[in-house]
């Protein structure tokens, strides 16, 4: 694997697969690599002949009261775990790299971007997610981008620019990956206590309670949610949000039909975790399958 911190140098090691007409599969991480990133980066190997992680904490999509300085680093361990699931480059470049002087064009996404996740941490979040992925597709060219449904409406955002801005990528949203109790994997857990990591399964938890609802005929949202959030209280857990959605445009159902989001929110000791199920209802069956 190959280590590269410049976009010329990152296009340089692509050119030859390029002329070759090779696929070229990228992973985005902002690094602290857990089991999650790397089923990206086996998915990735498995449908590309080129797989590049770039690893980038980015700075524009912290809030001013968010983790920036706190976040997990680890170079080295990001860069093991990436070669051990046979990625060909890591691009790992440094914040001028990507925000050089004067630089001043940022990416808003209507509409998606601003309930729940946007509410919560501001709406220069999803510009900078939006912003610092553009720039990563643009710097990369890949085939296809991969991202983990944990992050729901960030994959539901960069969706939508991908769309609007006729950017050539296939965006693949992988499945959760869990630890055996349930707790979505996150690099945010490992601010967690014993104590609070026990808590922490209040947001799965609560996702399972929604699905029992609806398996149990529920079909009313505010009822499907309230269900989910006794869930949540019974692990003394307050969530941010309880939401049932569109899965694309994030607008809230009243009645569940189709494909429904339901997203978690919640704060535990200084861990902010969010976490989020699909069920699907067909209506005319009145069968739901839950995801
Ligand atoms: O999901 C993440 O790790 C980040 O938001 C991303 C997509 C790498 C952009 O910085």
Redesign the pocket.
């Known amino acids: 694997m190959q280590l590269v911190r410049t976009v010329a140098a990152l296009r340089e090691a692509l050119l030859p697969a390029r002329r070759a007409g090779q696929t070229i599969g990228l992973v ?4 602290a690599l857990h089991e999650g ?1 790397r089923s990206l980066i086996r998915r990735a190997r498995e449908e590309n002949d080129v797989v590049v992680v ?1 690893l ?3 700075p524009a ?1 912290f809030g001013p009261d968010e983790d920036l300085a706190a976040y997990p680093r680890d170079e080295q361990g990001d860069a093991d775990a990436a070669r051990a699931e046979g990625a060909d480059l890591l691009f790992a470049p440094p914040v001028q790299e990507v925000y050089p002087p004067g630089f001043s064009t940022t990416v808003h996404v209507a509409g998606v971007s601003e309930p729940l996740e946007g509410a919560q941490r501001g709406a220069s979040h999803f510009d ?2 939006a912003t ?2 553009t720039k ?1 597709f643009n710097m990369a060219q890949p085939d296809v981008a991969y ?2 449904q944990k ?1 729901a409406q ?1 994959a539901a955002v ?1 969706r939508r620019f991908a769309r609007d801005l006729d950017i050539p990528v296939r965006v693949q949203t992988c499945p959760i990956v869990r630890e055996d109790d349930g707790l979505a994997l996150s ?1 945010r857990n490992a601010y967690l206590t014993a104590d609070e990591r026990r808590r922490a399964l209040a947001l799965s938890r609560a996702l399972q309670a929604a699905r029992d609802a609806v398996a149990a005929g529920g079909r009313d949202a505010a009822a499907i949610a309230a269900a989910a959030r006794e869930a949540m209280a019974e692990l003394d857990v307050e969530p941010e949000y309880v939401a049932l959605v569109d899965p694309e445009t994030f607008l809230p159902m009243d009645t569940i039909e189709g494909d429904v989001l339901v997203a978690i929110a919640a704060r535990v000791g200084r861990a902010r975790l969010i976490d989020n199920a699909t069920i699907t209802v067909n209506i005319d069956s009145e069968v739901a399958t839950l995801r």
């Open positions: 985005p991480t902002m690094g990133h770039s980038f904490v980015n999509q900078g997610v610092v992925v990563l991202f983990g992050d960030q960069i690099s």
